[in-house]
């Protein structure tokens, strides 16, 4: 986003300080010579044409190649005397102790937690919207809707924009309103007086840079520089100014600001309304007999044994896909049809190891081992021949083994076999379809459709159960938390503020330098520079005359509102960011280079062993000499000190690492 809409330059004495582009410095700037301003890019560019024949002789002339090798030579071998010249050395230690003594370290580290609280936002605006935090491992989905379907609720759907559809816990009523209180106040109020002190703060400093070219109307300098946070009545006049021709320099800065103070007046609204209490929920189904019982009681079936008795177990014995035992099986739909949410992997070779003369399996086993018969002789019992059953032999016919619906997909068909089976009898795969899943409760001794549960499923409030007879009796227990959709719309506008200040503090602040101003109007400075402007302009007049509606009549009839305008500012231009970037990146080229190309090979080398972390000491070290040194052998001193500094720390922690865990 362009900040200034006139024209933008460098200030020429800055562009060869790291200050120059990051305010990382708090110093003198008369302490150096400045910098020569770098030639704009179109003219080097030219002046790299203009060279192409002397690049093309050193390319295809031997003489020439030989001339400059010599002259590279020499070189060498000067930089090799000045590396044994103590007075160098102790040139680039005076230099670079000069740099660290002026560099700023407080404002290092204001800008490093600048940079962290974006990455975190980031971070967290990335991670939080995955599928995988939003994965329903109940029926009863963050909206408090029932749907066995795990993976149908749509988190960026608008039924959630002022639901809790991210909430945690199982407090009492107290507990949870005594943590939504809690958010309100710290968060909300807190986080509203911090964001108004800043953007109050900043917006001053750039309002500062603007009146010394274009002036603004009384009530805008009294909401910028006589208040420390904005109001209604602020914000309706900043916009009415900005609308009228009083405005600043910028439009898209005066957009920025209306935005900003209008966010901060609602932020403790925002901050109230993502967050919440709802009661814990859990999955009830209605049976044909009106009664109420939990969903985690019931068992998706895989597979029948209709004929139980001839291996020792019972007529009609249910083969399920996982023992859900006080969890709920559900389901996630796919390209592949239905999944269960448990079902018996093939890690575990314990679980398919058939046990000998034992009439008692885990249901691991049981499964797998009913998926390799069917696998084998079929279902229905229709093949009439003799057959093996967990080392145990039977006599024809087969087992009469029949199933529900088995799913397709290729992680969990070869497990449980029976999605394309084809009915020799009616040349179908019976199977296959997803309406055929059905659900068994032991206790009733019932089956329920995979319909009828999805109709008859409903979500109930749960309580705590006394653990004992002396205990308190049973209460209701909240969870609290936030709406999705709320919070990562929080998200994003914070990283929008807060990379928005920090480019309107960084421009303004180094505008400020390059015109020579130190201080702005605020205060008991701003009430003198307002009152000096009125008496100005209302010369036929005595304001000390006048009660309080008369002066403001007058102000608003004779004078519409007022201009005021800062005086001292030498030219009208302001400092330019990306340009002054620019400037600053050229006189560090290598090092940036140098810089890029460690970091590069650090992330993508990394690994545990710490043969490409290491490197992050490397690339650590040259952006710290990038920031500190202002001279080639400052740089120097200060990448060899923190490259030292480093490798001592980084071993110390890598081999106490390794110590903890050997």
């Given at each position: 986003m362009e900040l200034d809409s006139k024209a933008s330059t460098v200030y020429e004495g800055a562009v060869g300080s790291v200050k120059s582009f990051s305010p990382l410095l708090v110093e003198d700037d008369d302490e150096r010579p400045p910098r020569r301003t770098q030639r704009p890019f179109r003219e080097r560019f030219l002046?790299?044409?203009?060279?192409?024949?002397?690049?093309?002789?050193?390319?295809?002339?031997?003489?020439?190649?030989?001339?400059?090798?010599?002259?590279?030579?020499?070189?060498?071998?000067?930089?090799?005397?000045?590396?044994?010249?103590?007075?160098?050395?102790?040139?680039?230690?005076?230099?670079?102790?000069?740099?660290?003594?002026h560099f700023s370290w407080l404002g290092l580290l204001a800008w490093t937690a600048v940079l962290a609280w974006v990455g975190v936002l980031v971070w967290m605006s990335v991670y939080i919207p995955q599928d995988s935090l939003f994965r329903s491992y109940s029926a009863c989905h963050p909206d408090g809707n029932f749907d066995i379907i795990g993976n149908s609720y749509n988190m960026w759907g608008a039924s959630g924009v002022f639901q809790v559809t991210m909430a945690w816990g199982a407090m009492s009523f107290a507990n949870?309103?005594?943590?939504?209180?809690?958010?309100?106040?710290?968060?909300?109020?807190?986080?509203?007086?911090?964001?108004?002190?800043?953007?109050?703060?900043?917006?001053?400093d750039y309002v500062t840079t603007s009146i010394e070219v274009s002036p603004v109307s009384y009530e805008t300098f009294w909401a910028m520089f006589l208040q420390d946070s904005p109001t209604a009545w602020s914000t309706w006049y900043l916009v009415r100014d900005f609308c009228r021709s009083h405005g600043l320099r910028s439009r898209a800065v005066m957009v920025f600001m209306v935005a900003v103070a209008v966010f901060v007046l609602l932020f403790p609204t925002l901050g109230g309304a993502m967050s919440g209490y709802q009661a814990n929920n859990a999955a009830y189904v209605n049976t044909d007999q009106g009664q109420m019982i939990k969903f985690s009681e019931l068992k998706m079936l895989a597979y029948v044994i209709h004929d139980g008795w001839r291996v020792?177990?019972?007529?009609?014995?249910?083969?399920?896909?996982?023992d859900a035992t006080g969890q709920e099986?559900?389901?996630?739909?796919?390209?592949?049809?239905?999944?269960?949410?448990f079902w018996c992997s093939s890690y575990s070779q314990y679980y398919y190891t058939p046990r000998e003369n034992s009439s008692?399996?885990?249901?691991?086993?049981?499964?797998?081992?009913?998926?390799?018969?069917?696998?084998?002789y079929g279902f229905f019992g229709l093949a009439d021949t003799p057959s093996t059953w967990m080392n145990q032999s039977l006599a024809a016919p087969a087992l009469n083994i029949s199933a529900f619906y088995l799913p397709g997909a290729w992680y969990i068909a070869d497990r449980y076999y029976g999605w394309d089976w084809t009915d020799p009898r009616t040349n179908t795969t019976p199977f296959a379809y997803q309406s055929k899943a059905?659900?068994?409760?032991?206790?009733?001794?019932?089956?329920?459709?995979?319909?009828?549960?999805?109709?008859?499923?409903?979500?109930?409030?749960?309580?705590?159960?006394?653990t004992d007879a002396d205990s308190e009796p049973a209460r209701q227990t909240y969870q609290w938390g936030f709406s999705f959709i709320q919070l990562f719309a929080m998200m994003i506008t914070l990283v929008v503020w807060t990379v928005g200040m920090s480019a309107l503090w960084l421009k303004s602040h180094m505008t400020m330098r390059m015109r020579g101003r130190s201080d702005k109007p605020r205060g008991f400075k701003g009430v003198l520079e307002l009152a000096a402007a009125i008496r100005r302009e209302l010369e036929e007049t005595n304001p000390d005359d006048l009660s309080h509606k008369q002066l403001s009549a007058e102000i608003r009839k004779t004078l519409r509102g007022g201009t005021i305008r800062l005086e001292g500012a030498g030219s009208p231009e302001t400092y330019g960011l990306l340009r002054g970037f620019r400037g600053w990146i050229v006189e560090r080229v290598w090092w940036a280079l140098g810089f890029a190309v460690s970091f590069t090979l650090a992330f993508f080398v990394g690994d545990s062993r710490g043969s490409g972390l290491y490197l992050f000491v490397m690339a650590g070290a040259l952006?710290?000499?990038?920031?500190?040194?202002?001279?080639?052998?400052?740089?120097?001193?200060?990448?060899?000190?923190?490259?030292?500094?480093?490798?001592?720390?980084?071993?110390?922690?890598?081999?106490?690492?390794?110590?903890s865990y050997s």
């Amino acid at each position: 986003m362009e900040l200034d809409s006139k024209a933008s330059t460098v200030y020429e004495g800055a562009v060869g300080s790291v200050k120059s582009f990051s305010p990382l410095l708090v110093e003198d700037d008369d302490e150096r010579p400045p910098r020569r301003t770098q030639r704009p890019f179109r003219e080097r560019f030219l002046g790299l044409l203009r060279f192409w024949p002397r690049w093309r002789q050193l390319l295809t002339d031997k003489e020439t190649r030989t001339t400059l090798r010599q002259r590279w030579l020499r070189r060498g071998r000067r930089l090799c005397d000045d590396l044994a010249d103590r007075r160098e050395w102790r040139d680039a230690l005076l230099a670079a102790w000069t740099d660290i003594r002026h560099f700023s370290w407080l404002g290092l580290l204001a800008w490093t937690a600048v940079l962290a609280w974006v990455g975190v936002l980031v971070w967290m605006s990335v991670y939080i919207p995955q599928d995988s935090l939003f994965r329903s491992y109940s029926a009863c989905h963050p909206d408090g809707n029932f749907d066995i379907i795990g993976n149908s609720y749509n988190m960026w759907g608008a039924s959630g924009v002022f639901q809790v559809t991210m909430a945690w816990g199982a407090m009492s009523f107290a507990n949870a309103k005594f943590v939504d209180v809690a958010w309100d106040v710290l968060f909300g109020r807190c986080g509203q007086a911090l964001l108004a002190w800043i953007s109050w703060s900043v917006f001053s400093d750039y309002v500062t840079t603007s009146i010394e070219v274009s002036p603004v109307s009384y009530e805008t300098f009294w909401a910028m520089f006589l208040q420390d946070s904005p109001t209604a009545w602020s914000t309706w006049y900043l916009v009415r100014d900005f609308c009228r021709s009083h405005g600043l320099r910028s439009r898209a800065v005066m957009v920025f600001m209306v935005a900003v103070a209008v966010f901060v007046l609602l932020f403790p609204t925002l901050g109230g309304a993502m967050s919440g209490y709802q009661a814990n929920n859990a999955a009830y189904v209605n049976t044909d007999q009106g009664q109420m019982i939990k969903f985690s009681e019931l068992k998706m079936l895989a597979y029948v044994i209709h004929d139980g008795w001839r291996v020792n177990l019972t007529g009609n014995h249910p083969v399920y896909f996982a023992d859900a035992t006080g969890q709920e099986e559900i389901v996630y739909e796919s390209a592949y049809g239905y999944t269960p949410e448990f079902w018996c992997s093939s890690y575990s070779q314990y679980y398919y190891t058939p046990r000998e003369n034992s009439s008692v399996t885990t249901p691991c086993e049981l499964q797998r081992n009913t998926s390799n018969y069917v696998k084998e002789y079929g279902f229905f019992g229709l093949a009439d021949t003799p057959s093996t059953w967990m080392n145990q032999s039977l006599a024809a016919p087969a087992l009469n083994i029949s199933a529900f619906y088995l799913p397709g997909a290729w992680y969990i068909a070869d497990r449980y076999y029976g999605w394309d089976w084809t009915d020799p009898r009616t040349n179908t795969t019976p199977f296959a379809y997803q309406s055929k899943a059905a659900y068994f409760w032991e206790t009733g001794n019932q089956t329920f459709s995979l319909p009828y549960i999805a109709a008859s499923g409903t979500c109930q409030p749960v309580s705590e159960v006394a653990t004992d007879a002396d205990s308190e009796p049973a209460r209701q227990t909240y969870q609290w938390g936030f709406s999705f959709i709320q919070l990562f719309a929080m998200m994003i506008t914070l990283v929008v503020w807060t990379v928005g200040m920090s480019a309107l503090w960084l421009k303004s602040h180094m505008t400020m330098r390059m015109r020579g101003r130190s201080d702005k109007p605020r205060g008991f400075k701003g009430v003198l520079e307002l009152a000096a402007a009125i008496r100005r302009e209302l010369e036929e007049t005595n304001p000390d005359d006048l009660s309080h509606k008369q002066l403001s009549a007058e102000i608003r009839k004779t004078l519409r509102g007022g201009t005021i305008r800062l005086e001292g500012a030498g030219s009208p231009e302001t400092y330019g960011l990306l340009r002054g970037f620019r400037g600053w990146i050229v006189e560090r080229v290598w090092w940036a280079l140098g810089f890029a190309v460690s970091f590069t090979l650090a992330f993508f080398v990394g690994d545990s062993r710490g043969s490409g972390l290491y490197l992050f000491v490397m690339a650590g070290a040259l952006f710290l000499a990038m920031l500190v040194g202002r001279s080639t052998k400052s740089r120097a001193i200060v990448f060899l000190g923190g490259y030292i500094l480093g490798t001592i720390i980084f071993f110390s922690v890598w081999g106490s690492l390794l110590a903890s865990y050997s």
